[in-house]
Nanobody
Framework: QVQLVESGGGLVQPGGSLRLSCAASGNIININTMAWYRQAPGKQRELVADISSAGNTNYADSVKGRFTISRDNAKNTVYLQMNSLKPEDTAVYYC?????????????????WGQGTQVTVSS
């Protein structure tokens, strides 16, 4: 129903910056809250930031002041600007979205996940 494709991950030195993008496609009527999660090796997946359809944002304490989440509703895309990156930010970052779609004429609301993009912060 909905496909989420992340991009922008890679290798960056401590103190550097990366901008992640997540584009949604499918039979979308509306995308509600969009979010970024991350999962480091041996750790549980955690919420990094989210943004509502109204533009309200929330951040994990560990990234507050360094990361900024934003969205472009016309492009069905959410972004995560990551500045002052630290080695502890190393993880696979996953896009998440709550979307209302149509399936065989039926309206449905579901949560969707992207496949993830690797972010590595290292010297």
């Amino acid at each position: 129903q909905v496909q989420l494709v992340e991009s922008g991950g890679g290798l960056v030195q401590p103190g550097g910056s990366l901008r992640l993008s997540c584009a949604a496609s499918g039979n979308i009527i509306n995308i509600n809250t969009m979010a970024w999660y991350r999962q480091a090796p041996g750790k549980q997946r955690e919420l990094v930031a989210d943004i509502s359809s109204a533009g309200n944002t929330n951040y994990a304490d560990s990234v507050k002041g360094r990361f900024t989440i934003s969205r472009d509703n016309a492009k069905n895309t959410v972004y995560l600007q990551m500045n002052s990156l630290k080695p502890e930010d190393t993880a696979v970052y996953y896009c998440n979205a709550g979307a209302i779609t149509t399936t065989f004429g039926k309206v449905r609301g579901s949560q969707y996940w992207g496949q993830g993009t690797q972010v590595t912060v290292s010297s």
